[in-house]
Structures are given as structure tokens and as C-alpha cells.
């Protein structure tokens, strides 16, 4: 069989099993984790360009993830918002904040966002504490309503699974026609050289800016949804632990590549939930914090081994040689265009 | 009253602003040298601590625990930087800035697998009650503090000035190549940097353990602010790392006794935006001049 009617046969047959599974599944538990899935993968996108792209790393991805749940929470029970309008400000408000924060410091050559974004995960992660009435405190806030998009009120699982579907498709379609594009090329030419980039007149500290701000938009859409999926919302999940496992996530599933992101956030979900019912089996007095360990085990081995992440592992020959074609025909046609 | 009680914060700030000095000296000592923002010099500080602890308890005398643990310490430093920095020592900066992040969580899992939730002491390292000045009280240990900085900035001078190896290490922080093609071998200096941050961080962390206690999540706070201090000094600059680390000590004890307690971790990160978003070279660069 032809690679190309394969590939059309794998997709077609990925779709009918996408659409069919919640019927099949007789779980709430497994359709709740693919759920979540889906929104932590929107994140780990944004991360993986930010990333793989641009070559910068942000330790505050959850921060921006909070910042997205909690403006929901926020607006639709303390300012009766309507639920699109709230959604919208989730999408918006961190894009916001990260292009304040990412302005200064992305046109310095130390990789000075990384400690940055580390500074406002953990700032953020305070106020969500320390907010008083506006955030709820420690105990954070509840009663946050339905979604409701025309008609359509998404109050079970099976229609918040389509609804993530949808959504990580977009973002799949949306990354790789930037991977495509000429901001996509401009983008991995200064992770390859930043000299060789801003030689060739690409402004590296404005693209940088632009993935950066993309990264939280989709982490604040995946805020959004999350706050609407859960219905309530506390500090906990939006702390530096939570950043940090974005970072693995993105980093095992292989920077720059559309799957990626999805992968090792199958992978990550998936180690969590073993990890919940292993740990306690061989540490009984232990509380969660002793899987830090595989997390930060998993981070490093990744890092010094595979640095490219899993999915690049398994079709390594032809896609690379292609790749590195597809990268000369690049040059060419960024140079012929200047 | 109010001048005293001004005077206390002072002597308080100091303090622990003497404990962020080290730290930020040591994570600049391995800045210049490698490269690296070492996100785990944080936790050095919490092992040295901890280990100092078990040996004290188990019937060690305090100037053999605090030795015992500074070389243990130095040994981990060691080897971290043989297993996981020197293997990808020719990554991109993201990468190593991940690994070190990843070591820190690993080594703080470690540590809560070793000696549990629960805080740990040492006594005071010498004997008595405050001492008045000014009608402002010093708790003893903030002179050893102090004292510990003192040695520690003249034996870092003296080393750089009067050795060979200081030498070659500012050599390498004028311009890595030009070193490495004059025979300094920079695989030794990377190795000798994390060799002197873990003993610097262990140091850092049996002298303020009597003041504070030992836990085992205390590391991270603690590299944190000393990253806050290195940044607020220009990153790559030892004089600009220790008044930053001063300076951002005092800044917290006058904002959590003036403001508002529950703000004092806050603050070393507020100040790490406003450094960042307004003066990313370092604040010290207009007192001191031109970057060592």
C-alpha cells in the first residue's frame, strides 16, 4: 500500500475511533482523564513552540493555566459574566500579562524569561493563596456554571470530550501551518543560530515575544476549559510542581513536533495515575510529594539521552534525512526571499 | 523605640541577607565558569543542612558535623556535575537550565525520602543570650553569619588573586575560548565550580540552621532568593551578588515587619520582576562600575 493512502487510511480510522469512544467506554474515569488530556496537551502545544521553536523555556506555564481558570471562576460568580464573555478574558488576560513580562526580558541573550517566568509562577500561585474574597484562598472557588455556547450546555463528560477534541485539533491545525510558515521557519532558524537569523534580518526578540504569548494563550484556554470542566477551582493545581511537570511533559514528547506535546502528555497522565496507586505500595507512610523524584529522574535521563523527545524516536531515518532536505529547500527559499 | 526596632530589622535583614550573599556567590561562581544558572544550588544549602543535623544527633561534635557535611556536600557537587552536567557540558543553555531544575526536584525528593517532613536543629554555635547594642538584640549566630561571609568573600579574593587556578578561572569569565586556547582546561574549572558551591551551599546552610531550622523543602526558597541577589548584582558580577544579597535581605525583614508577614516571600520575587522588567544588566552596575 502507498505511504500516502496509509497515512489517510490511519487518520480516517483515528477519527472514527476518536468519535466513537465515549459510546464504547464504560468508564467515567477513563473518559475524565482523556478530558484531561486534551487540556493539558492545548498547554504543552503552546509550550513545545515556545520551546522548540523559539528556544526559551517558561517555568510558569501553570501560572498562565490559573490565570485562565481563575478568570473564569472569577467572572462568572463574582461579576455574573456570561460564560463566553469569561472565557474570552481567560483566553486574553495571560496573553496579556506574558507579553508585559516577556518585552524586556526576551531581548536579552541570558536565558533571563526562564527565571521570570519562574518568579510570576510562583507570584501568581501566591495571590491565588493570599487573594482573600476575589480568589476564595486556600479553598479556592466553586459554583462556577456550565458552558453554554448557543443552545449547547456542556454539563457531562461526553460533550466536554468532543468539546476538547475540537479544540486540540484547531491548535494541531493552527501549529502546523506555523511550523510551515514563514514565522514557523524564522522561529527555528534562531533556535538553530541566533546570529546566523538576526544576520538574515529576522528579528528574533519580536518572534520570540510572539511565541511566548502565543504559549500562554493556550495555556489560558486550557485554564478557561478546565475551570468549566471541573466546576471548581482551588490554588493547588496551578503551583511550580505543576509547572514543571508542563516542562517534562513538552520535553518527552520532543520539542518542535506537532504529536509530541500529545504524547507525552498520554505518557505523563498515565505515569501519574500508576505512580498514585505503585507509590503507596512500596512507601506506605508516603505523602504524593515522593513521585517529584521520577519526575525529576524522568527530566534529567530525557535531557542528557533524548533531548529530542520520544516521538521523534520511532520514525528517526527517513524523517530526518527529509527533514535536513526540507531544511536546506528552506534556506533557499528564505534567502532567495530577502 | 521605632529607631531600635528599625535597628533590629536591620541587624534581622542582614542576617539573612548574608545567607542569600553566599548563595548568589556561589551560583555566579558557577555562572562565570559554565554558564549554567544552576536552579539547584538551593538545594546544596538544604542537604548541607540536613546532613550536618544527622551527624550532630548521632553524637558529633558541631565543628566535626559542619565539616563532615561541607565535604559530603562538595562530593555531591561533584558528582552531579561528572554525571549530569559534564555528559551534555556542549548543550544549549535551555537544556542545562532544565537539567538543573530537574536535579533540584530529584535531590529534593531525596531528601524527603531521607529525613522526612519534620524540621531539624542544631544548637546556636556559641552559648549565651542576645547581645544589646543599641537597644537592638543580636542573636550570637548572626555574627557567625556575618563572620562566615566575611571568611568565605576574603578566601574567594585571595583565591582569586594569589592562585593560579583563580586565575584561570578569570580568565575563563573574560572569554572562555581565549582561556581554553591558553591551556586552561575547563573541564577541571567545571568540575572546581561545583566542588565550591556545594561547600559554599553546605556552609551557607549549617549557619543558619540554629536561627531557622533545617527541612528538607527549605532549598528551594533559599536558591531562589540567592538567584534574586545574583540578578539584582548583574548575574556574572561577586561584588554586585553579595550587596544584592544584602540588600534584598533587609528589603524582606522591613517589608514582612512594616507591611505585611505573610508578603516576605513575595517580595524577593516582586523585586526579581521589577530587576528584570526595568534593569535586566543588575542595579550594582551603577555603583560599581564596570562588571568584574
Redesign the interface.
Known amino acids: 500500500m502507498p505511504r500516502e493512502s496509509l497515512k489517510y487510511l490511519l487518520i480516517a480510522a483515528a477519527s472514527i475511533g476518536f468519535v466513537i469512544l465515549p459510546f464504547v467506554l464504560e468508564s467515567n474515569y477513563l473518559l475524565s482523564i482523556l478530558i484531561i488530556i486534551g487540556i493539558y496537551t492545548l498547554v504543552v502545544e503552546g509550550l513545545g513552540v515556545l520551546?522548540g521553536y523559539a528556544?526559551?523555556?517558561s517555568?510558569g506555564q501553570a501560572a498562565f493555566f490559573g490565570i485562565g481558570a481563575y478568570a473564569v471562576a472569577i467572572l462568572t460568580t463574582r461579576y455574573s459574566w456570561g460564560t463566553i464573555p469569561a472565557f474570552l478574558a481567560a483566553i486574553v488576560l495571560p496573553a496579556l500579562v506574558a507579553a508585559?513580562?516577556g518585552r524586556?526580558?526576551l531581548k536579552?541573550k541570558?536565558?533571563?524569561l526562564?527565571?521570570?517566568t519562574?518568579?510570576?509562577g510562583?507570584?501568581v500561585h501566591?495571590f491565588f493563596n493570599?487573594g482573600g474574597e476575589l480568589t476564595g484562598g486556600p479553598s479556592g472557588l466553586t459554583g462556577i456554571p456550565y458552558l453554554k455556547i448557543g443552545g449547547l450546555v456542556f454539563d457531562q463528560d461526553y460533550k466536554f470530550y468532543y468539546l476538547i477534541g475540537v479544540f486540540v485539533l484547531l491548535v494541531f491545525l493552527g501549529v502546523r501551518n506555523l511550523d510551515r510558515s514563514r514565522i514557523g521557519r524564522s522561529l527555528r532558524a534562531i533556535r538553530d543560530s541566533e546570529v546566523a537569523a538576526e544576520a538574515n534580518g529576522i528579528n528574533s526578540a519580536a518572534l520570540k515575544l510572539k511565541a511566548f504569548v502565543f504559549s500562554a494563550f493556550l495555556a489560558g484556554l486550557g485554564g478557561g476549559i478546565y475551570a468549566y470542566y471541573i466546576t471548581f477551582i482551588s490554588p493547588a493545581p496551578f503551583n511550580?510542581n505543576m509547572s514543571?511537570q508542563f516542562?517534562i511533559m513538552a520535553?518527552i514528547g520532543g520539542l518542535g513536533t506537532i504529536w509530541g506535546p500529545l504524547l507525552g502528555v498520554s505518557l505523563m497522565v498515565a505515569l501519574g495515575e500508576v505512580l498514585r496507586w505503585l507509590v503507596p505500595l512500596f512507601?506506605p507512610n508516603a505523602?504524593g510529594?515522593?513521585?517529584?523524584?521520577f519526575?525529576?529522574?524522568?527530566?534529567?535521563l530525557t535531557?542528557?539521552f533524548k533531548?529530542e523527545g520520544l516521538s521523534t524516536g520511532w520514525r528517526k531515518k527517513t524523517v530526518s534525512d527529509s527533514e535536513e532536505q526540507e531544511q536546506k529547500k528552506e534556506n533557499l527559499t528564505v534567502s532567495i526571499r530577502r | 523605640m521605632h529607631v531600635n526596632l528599625y535597628l533590629q530589622f536591620l541587624i534581622s535583614g542582614l542576617t539573612l541577607g548574608s545567607i542569600y550573599a553566599l548563595i548568589a556567590l556561589a551560583i555566579v561562581t558557577i555562572y562565570n565558569i559554565t554558564g549554567i544558572?544552576n536552579m539547584a544550588q538551593g538545594e546544596f544549602v538544604a542537604l548541607g543542612a540536613l546532613t550536618a543535623c544527622t551527624f550532630y544527633s548521632a553524637g558529633f561534635s558541631l565543628p566535626a558535623s559542619f565539616l563532615i557535611s561541607v565535604v559530603i556536600i562538595a562530593i555531591v557537587g561533584a558528582l552531579i556535575e561528572r554525571l549530569?552536567i559534564n555528559?551534555?557540558r556542549n548543550?544549549?543553555?535551555?537544556?542545562l537550565?532544565?537539567?538543573t531544575?530537574?536535579?533540584?526536584?530529584?535531590?529534593?525528593?531525596?531528601a524527603?525520602?531521607i529525613w522526612g517532613?519534620n524540621p531539624y536543629s542544631l544548637p546556636a554555635f556559641t552559648q549565651g543570650g542576645p547581645l544589646q547594642v543599641f537597644g537592638a538584640a543580636i542573636n550570637p549566630q548572626s555574627i557567625w553569619v556575618f563572620g562566615l561571609l566575611i571568611v568565605t568573600v576574603t578566601g574567594l579574593f585571595v583565591f582569586m588573586e594569589k592562585t593560579y587556578w583563580g586565575k584561570a578561572v578569570r580568565a575563563c569569565v573574560i572569554n572562555r575560548m581565549a582561556a581554553k586556547l591558553m591551556g586552561i582546561n575547563p573541564d577541571i574549572l567545571s568540575l572546581m565550580a561545583f566542588v565550591i558551591s556545594g561547600a559554599l551551599g553546605a556552609a551557607a546552610g549549617v549557619f543558619i540552621t540554629p536561627i531557622t531550622l533545617a527541612t528538607y523543602d527549605m532549598g528551594?526558597a533559599l536558591g531562589?532568593k540567592g538567584?534574586?541577589a545574583a540578578?539584582i548584582g548583574g548575574?556574572n558580577n561577586v561584588g554586585g551578588a553579595i550587596i544584592g544579597g544584602l540588600l534584598l535581605g533587609v528589603l524582606e525583614v522591613f517589608g514582612a515587619g512594616l507591611i505585611s508577614s505573610?508578603l516576605k516571600?513575595?517580595i524577593a520575587?516582586?523585586v526579581?520582576?521589577i530587576v528584570?522588567?526595568?534593569r535586566?544588566q543588575g542595579i550594582i552596575g551603577v555603583v560599581i562600575g564596570r562588571k568584574v
Open positions: 520551546m528556544g526559551q523555556v517555568f508585559v513580562i524586556p526580558t536579552l541570558e536565558h533571563y526562564a527565571l521570570a519562574l518568579a510570576i510562583i507570584l501566591i493570599e511550580f514543571i516542562v520535553v512507601i505523602g510529594e515522593y513521585q517529584i523524584i519526575y525529576g529522574l524522568i527530566l534529567v535531557m542528557i533531548p | 544558572l549530569a555528559p551534555v548543550a544549549s543553555s535551555i537544556t537550565i532544565i537539567i531544575i530537574g536535579l533540584s526536584i530529584i535531590i529534593r525528593g531525596l524527603l525520602l517532613t528551594f531562589l538567584f534574586v540578578i548575574i505573610g516571600d513575595a520575587l516582586i526579581l520582576i528584570l522588567l526595568f535586566p
